[in-house]
């Protein structure tokens, strides 16, 4: 079945504790991001990659990294989480980054940062 | 910073009625997405428009394109408890190497029995 998968789906953590959000898509698609989804704001993208070894920030980079080592994983790391990143994750993939591209979402990832 | 705004926020109504989503925005885009996702779930894509002017239907789901494609509307047909879920507009954007998705602020819709 095509899916993209994240775990864990529901973390609770400390202010200041490393912790990963791994994402992993089994379409072999070039194309991964990140986004966070906040109520009012509607979803904002984090981070994105064209394809491997290929990163970009989005409109909300600061305070999280990724990484592209291989095509269907795009882990989101806090290096130390703080409570405004309290929020639902979601990672997606896509075909490319051309025109007209559909995103395929996982189920989603909430954060509680405390 | 493009925006999308999406109207209404909330709408609560009763089986078998009609109701229209607005996505607005001040910005051009290459594209229309429109997205529909359920507790518990990520977003799933429904329609993307591309022309000015583009209608299309999906069921009882009609989707428009406005003609300067800076704007777009969803309107049910005769709602059914199965189409509560928040909706979302995303407009794309060239970007050279990448279009870049921008997603609207959603509106949730809730269909009572």
């Known amino acids: 079945e095509a899916q993209v998968t994240q775990n864990p789906r529901y973390l609770i953590t400390v202010t200041g504790k490393k912790l990963t959000v791994t994402c992993s898509q089994n379409?072999?698609?070039?194309?991964m991001s990140w986004y966070r989804q906040d109520p009012g704001l509607g979803l904002r993208q984090i981070y994105y990659?064209?394809?491997?070894?290929?990163?970009d920030k989005g409109d909300v980079p600061e305070g999280y990294k990724v990484s592209r080592k291989e095509k269907r994983n795009f882990p989101l790391i806090l290096e130390s989480p703080s409570p405004n990143q309290t929020s639902l994750y979601f990672c997606?993939?896509?075909?490319?980054?051309?025109?007209?591209?559909?995103?395929?979402f996982g189920p989603g990832t909430r954060l509680t940062v405390l | 910073t493009q925006l999308l705004e999406q109207s209404p926020q909330f709408l609560s109504i009763q089986e078998g009625e009609n109701l229209t989503v607005y996505c607005n925005s001040s910005s051009v885009f290459s594209s229309l997405q429109w997205y529909r996702q359920e507790p518990g779930e990520g977003p799933v894509l429904l329609v993307t428009?591309?022309?000015?002017?583009e209608v299309k239907k999906l069921k009882r789901l009609t989707f428009q394109f406005g003609d300067a494609r800076k704007d777009s509307s969803l309107h049910i047909t005769a709602a059914q408890p199965g189409d509560t879920g928040l909706y979302l507009c995303a407009g794309e954007i060239y970007g050279g190497a990448t279009n870049k998705l921008i997603f609207g602020t959603g509106t949730l819709l809730a269909v009572q029995p």
């Open positions: 997606a993939s896509g075909r490319s980054g051309g025109a007209w591209n559909e995103q395929f």
């Open positions: 379409m072999n698609h070039e194309y």
């Open positions: 990659s064209m394809n491997v070894e290929v990163t």
């Open positions: 428009v591309v022309t000015g002017g």
